[in-house]
């Protein structure tokens, strides 16, 4: 694939809400710098994303070079939260999915914040130390290969091209009202321009500036996905197109889940080279 090349980074600092787009971010071995370290809990400890809080979309979050997060939502004053202190504060495990994760938790601004936003007693916790908290599954990993709290693998890659063809395929359908839907519906770390629909399948490893990735798995796609990004309202699309027209194995997906070989740095306008 010639002439392709990186055009958007985004990273999500607290899982299922709102995150920020980015000229350059640093590639760490468990993912991008300040992606998805922290997460939101009920008071019992099961974890929270989009597929049960819509609402956490209407909320944004900024990384700062500290580690601490920039909060931000309409009708909210902003915040800023730190990281907690892992050698004084409350750490328990949290199931994401099935991944037991050891967690600090928050006490006090950060967790007030999203529970007015959400209108529920909701908790903000911390990965700490994401090293050792959470393997990736060694069905794909090599041993000591770490991931955030992302839903599995350290980054997420989409291509313009494939949401264009997905586009033209839910005009052609009979939610054709529901299209053309932006990127920010899958929320990637990553977006690549240039190629032809879906061939980001047939990819097994590429290089995105100097830092080399394996490809793991295609992205299955979830209900977050049918929610309006800005609005918080679900539809039928994407879902319904991508159960006719693409799926892999028995699963809808759009996109691949990376593994990067080494650490390095990614910038907007990068060459992307497919080496397998």
Not at 43 to 57: H, I, N
Not at 76 to 91: A, M, N
Not at 113 to 139: M, N, Q, T, Y
Not at 205 to 216: E, N, Q, S, T, Y
Request: glycine residues 8%; hydrophobic residues 40%.
């Amino acid at each position: 694939m010639s002439d392709a090349q990186l055009s958007a980074i985004h990273v999500y600092p607290v899982k299922s809400v709102g995150g920020h787009a980015l000229s350059e971010a640093t590639v760490e071995p468990w993912g991008l710098a300040g992606d998805r370290r922290w997460l939101l809990v009920k008071p019992d400890g099961t974890f929270l994303t989009q597929r049960q809080l819509p609402r956490l979309a209407l909320g944004a979050a900024r990384p700062l070079p500290d580690g601490s997060i920039a909060l931000s939502a309409d009708g909210q004053q902003p915040l800023t939260v730190s990281p907690p202190d892992p050698e004084s504060s409350r750490i328990s495990t949290v199931r994401v999915f099935k991944d037991p994760v050891e967690l600090v938790w928050t006490e006090g601004a950060g967790s007030a914040w999203f529970s007015e936003l959400l209108g529920r007693k909701v908790h903000l916790v911390h990965l700490d130390d994401p090293a050792r908290r959470r393997p990736i599954s060694p069905e794909y990993a090599r041993p000591g290969e770490t991931v955030s709290l992302a839903d599995s693998m350290p980054l997420l890659l989409t291509t313009t091209a494939s949401l264009a063809g997905l586009n033209a395929l839910i005009a052609q359908g009979d939610h054709a009202h529901e299209g053309p839907l932006p990127m920010n519906r899958f929320r990637p770390n990553v977006v690549v321009d240039g190629g032809t629909p879906w061939a980001e399948d047939g990819w097994r490893k590429l290089l995105i500036g100097d830092v080399v990735f394996r490809v793991a798995k295609p992205s299955s796609r979830c209900v977050i996905t049918t929610t309006d990004q800005r609005t918080t309202e679900r539809g039928r699309e994407p879902l319904w197109t991508l159960a006719a027209h693409h799926r892999i194995g028995n699963k809808v997906v759009f996109g691949q889940n990376l593994i990067p070989e080494h650490t390095g740095t990614l910038r907007v306008g990068d060459p992307v080279k497919i080496l397998e």
